[in-house]
């Protein structure tokens, strides 16, 4: 069975409707009007142990919505959710004991404690044994540089060292799934490595599956091999991200740097985007004409000194997704 299962997902809100005027807002106080909004729309999808799936879509597409949803925090209009064999929102309590959770603009430590308090408090909430809290507490500290700030007050931490601070506590009592939205969000490059770093190592030594919601397509590429893409609160796409590269990232470019010369440079097959000095960019269709074909005509009648070919890059064929949708010979996809 997998550890997480959902069918036919769906959440709508109430929301009132504003009057205008004096009178109107006299109205509204005997009698409120109410629209429906869908934010999720019978989304089903089933994730196994282990797996490290990104939950990706544009701003209102229903992602934090589902979220919460499998976090225990709401309740579904209709469907079936079940997180590690456990209905979320009927068993919070045993569902949070399951589940560690990492929201990039908030965090679950003790603003004013040194950051080791808000350890020793999780443990002693999550009842979690002298010996594994120790263990964990040396990886975390060996792996996300723990040391450098354990005795700080969560309020004078960096962004990159309160992310490092909150995963661990995400952590703390071992649960077999990790959700993180956004967790690298603000962070530099360094510190965004050592956080991907972390995630892949947990993963990989203690089998975490890792849900991973947020708009770094660089996130998604680098630690997830499946993605599940929704928009308007309906999934557009399941399955693995190279595929989407394979099916929507048909178009490479040609990075080539010539000898001086005077001519000028033509192609055939091939777009010329950009030029600076004797460098060119030459974008092309990888199924009308390969690389090394257009290698070949250029050599013809330039020498090269170097070249490279860019590959597309996964945040701008999400993109193309967004705006074109899928057409009949783009259908949802499920892998």
Known sequence: MSIIEVNGLHKEFLIAKRETGVMGAIKSLFKREFTKKEAVKDISFSIEKGEMVGYIGPNGAGKSTTIKMLTGILVPSAGEVTVNGIIPYENRQANAKNIGVVFGQRTQLWWDLPTIESFELLKAIYRVPDKRYKENMAIFQEILGLDEFINTPVRQLSLGQRMRADIAASLLHDPPILFLDEPTIGLDVVAKEKMRTFIQEINREKQVTVILTTHDME?????????VLIDHGQKVYDGEILAVKERFGKMRTLVVDLEETSKQ????????????????????????????????????????????????VIESIISRIYQEGFTEQHETVHI
């Open 265 to 312: 440079l033509y192609v055939t097959g091939g777009a010329l985007v950009k030029q600076e000095g004797y460098r060119y960019w030459i974008r092309f269709n990888r199924d009308e004409i390969s690389a090394s074909d257009l290698i070949t005509q250029i050599s013809q009648t330039h020498n090269i000194k170097d070249l490279t070919v860019e590959e597309p």
């Open 219 to 227: 996130d998604i590429e680098k630690l997830c091999q499946r993605m």
